[in-house]
């Protein structure tokens, strides 16, 4: 696959390309053949199977024995594998009948990254080793990892944004091979890079989720390493979905978007290693491999040939378009782009620092979330604020005029976020700056919409409801990604009011005695034990009082595994749209349950950073949908008066008669 590929786009015979097709159809069905075969084994407990006999036990209840296939180094390389195969079988049938040189080429940098998860699979992390003799029972899987459904949702949401930007990356690739350094290849990945990028965001938010109800601390993210790691390749495909707009529309940033995007997989490849190398001592970091050094090796060996193959290229790199104007689309764009590359290098620094200074002399050190947020908070903000600000710019330049028509409302509103942030009671600088260019996008986004319904109603002469299927089918990539930036901007904003105005309290009470948390009470009513079929657990039960009002109990626990030398906490959490009350159980009278020790938490707007998740989730599915055809005639010149922008009803300008 990967020779023929390669050879076939360089010779461009049909008879190679036709076989490099064919082998991602068998390294598919292959992988598939494994991956099911393996899922038989644990569901049926063959613990002859090495892997089996690792993280299978006779009591994991079948769901979570299922999911134990990526709970350990093994199995998680052979679901990569499989995905990898399914992006690259699924890319080879996408694009059977094209002519474009860049698929063959695309086809054989994909089968060369396979090679390296393959080569595992088959030599160092062979996860169908025989075990003899063959043991009664296993230990089971991480009992973090079988403490919440979702992680049913977490890691496969990962793995399919991680391994999903191999597909943009190899046709970046393909590009640089076959000298085609046009829009060619931005156009065939663009729906492939959305879509990585929409498992990696929901992959993320889940994580943060999965955080927030298994450990027990009342939060959703630490800058714990590994999160980083997730995080790193977010934020350079982030930018790169940004710069590409840029490049479409101007023919500008055609060595900062193969730039962008090789990096992104590298940091993808970077992520791997530090989940899977044991070099961190993290939750995250599920298992000890060793495959560190291969995993160094392979992201240098990458390097080495971008920066060769680059070199090759440099002659066609040249770039046709120039920056018009300091105050237009594409120069907000830019700026966004290095916002975002700051922000991936400080977390990158803040990330390998103490990997460093413990290589070089030993000492371990730590870098924790005072530098991350001292350093992400502003850059956060001001990314919001160009969230705002470009897609509201023309392209190339504009006018003061233009400027306050496009700006005044959303000025407007933003000042009116801030002035309801300080009645309300906000006082810390950070936060109000946040609701102010939240309501600024916000406005931006809504002003967006107005206009786009308003040219198709005045075009198509149809209702506002009609007007709206319509520029959302039409132009379904501008206006998903509309609803994307809305998405972020719930987050961000729930994001600034649970980490500022969140408040705790930690209290011993006797059986029957109540605490007072804000307009909360909770009353202490018994411990209880239970035998379950995985675990034994120990749970309590509190009654909840809101506003002198009975509102239900919530039930934290302690959960104790076989294979776990210390219980697994299980907080409970009642949620409305306002605020979360979380419960965790922190210590109890071991000998008649007399007294309970619980840490007790308001954490407001955190139920938004979920919601948030789901309307980024909608967008990006929005955005990737094939677009269909307006279904009018040409637009004339009046019509193009009358509507503003109308070329961008569409993701090709519409045809124009006099």
């Known amino acids: 696959m990967t020779v023929t590929g390669i ?3 360089f010779t461009r015979r049909p008879g190679l390309i036709r076989i490099a097709r064919y082998g991602a159809y068998f390294v598919f069905a292959a992988m598939s053949t494994a991956f099911i075969t393996m899922e038989i084994a644990l569901l049926t407990h063959d613990f002859s199977v090495s892997y089996v006999a690792r993280v299978g036990s006779l009591e994991t209840p079948p769901y979570y024995t299922a999911i134990s296939l990526w709970s350990s180094l093994e199995g998680s390389i052979l679901f990569w594998g499989l995905i990898l195969s ?4 699924l890319v080879a049938f996408v694009n059977r009948k094209s002519e474009s040189r860049l698929v063959p080429f695309a086809g054989g940098v994909m089968g060369f990254v396979g090679l390296f998860f393959y080569g595992l699979l088959t030599t160092q992390l062979n996860p169908f080793g025989e075990v003899f003799p063959v043991p009664a029972n296993g230990p089971g899987p991480n009992p973090l990892l079988q403490n919440h459904p979702l992680m049913g949702l977490h890691p496969p949401m990962l793995y399919f944004g991680f391994v999903g930007l191999t597909v943009p990356f190899a046709f970046a690739i393909g590009a640089l091979l076959s000298g085609k350094l046009d829009e060619e290849w931005i156009r065939s990945t663009r729906r492939w890079t959305v879509a990585a990028w929409a498992f990696l965001s929901v992959g993320i938010v889940a994580g943060a989720w999965w955080s927030y109800e298994v450990l027990g601390w ?3 993210w630490a800058w714990d390493p590994v999160e980083n790691a997730s995080f790193l390749p977010w934020l350079t495909a982030t930018a790169f979905l940004h710069s590409v707009m840029v490049q479409e529309r101007r023919g500008m940033l055609k060595t900062w978007n193969l730039t962008l995007i090789i990096a992104t997989f590298l940091l993808t490849l970077f992520g791997t290693f530090l989940t899977r190398s044991g070099i961190l001592d993290s939750v995250h970091a599920f298992t000890e491999g060793i495959i560190g050094p291969l995993f160094l090796a392979f992201i240098a060996l990458v390097m080495i040939t971008w920066l060769d193959i680059i070199a090759w290229r440099s002659d066609r790199l040249h770039a046709p378009g120039t920056l018009d104007a300091v105050v237009s689309r594409e120069s907000s764009f830019i700026l966004n782009n290095l916002l975002f590359v ?6 990158l620094l803040g990330t390998t620092f103490p990997l460093m200074v413990e290589a070089v002399n030993g000492n371990r050190v730590s870098v924790g979330p005072p530098y991350f947020n001292m350093v992400s908070v502003p850059i956060g903000v001001m990314l919001l604020f160009l969230m705002g600000v470009g897609p509201a710019l023309p392209w190339r330049r ?14 407007v509103v933003g000042l009116a976020s801030v002035l309801l942030g300080f009645v309300v009671g906000s006082r810390s600088i950070w936060p109000l700056i946040t609701f102010a260019f939240a309501g600024f996008v ?13 040219a198709r109603r005045r075009i198509a002469g149809v209702s506002a409801p009609v007007a709206l299927r319509q520029i959302l089918t039409i132009n379904n990539r501008r206006y998903g990604g509309y609803v994307v930036h809305a998405g972020i901007v719930v987050i ?10 969140r408040f705790e309290r930690e209290v011993t009470l006797q059986r029957g005695e109540s605490m007072l948390l804000g307009d909360y009470g909770v009353r202490f009513d018994e411990i209880w034990a239970e035998q379950q079929v995985q675990r034994f657990v120990v749970g309590s039960t509190f009654t909840v009082f809101h506003r002198g009002n009975e509102v239900g109990t919530l039930k934290p626990s302690m959960n104790y595994y076989p294979n776990s030398q210390q219980p697994i906490g299980t907080p409970a959490v009642r949620s409305t749209l306002k605020e ?34 789901m309307i980024v989730a909608l967008g990006a599915i929005l955005a990737v949908m094939p677009q269909r055809s307006s279904g009018r005639p040409a637009v004339s010149v009046a019509e193009i008066a009358l509507s503003e922008e109308p070329a961008e009803l569409a993701e090709e300008p519409p045809a124009v008669t006099v």
Do not use: C
Not at 86 to 89: F, I, S
Not at 492 to 501: E, K, N, R
């Open 442 to 454: 916000m406005a931006t986004i809504t002003q967006e919409f107005q206009k786009g319904i308003a």
């Open 398 to 411: 504009t006018t003061p005029e233009k400027m306050k028509k496009a700006f005044l409302v959303p000025v």
């Open 7 to 9: 050879a076939g786009g």
């Open 342 to 347: 700051a922000f991936t290098f400080t977390v």
């Open 86 to 89: 399914a992006y690259g079988a």
């Open 492 to 501: 961000i904003v729930a994001l600034a009011i649970s980490g500022t105005y």
């Open 580 to 613: 979360d009350l979380y419960l965790t159980l922190m210590a109890f009278d071991q000998e008649d349950g007399r007294h309970a020790t619980i840490r007790a938490i308001v954490n407001p707007a955190v139920p938004w950073l979920w919601i948030g998740g």
């Open 218 to 220: 009342g939060g959703y």
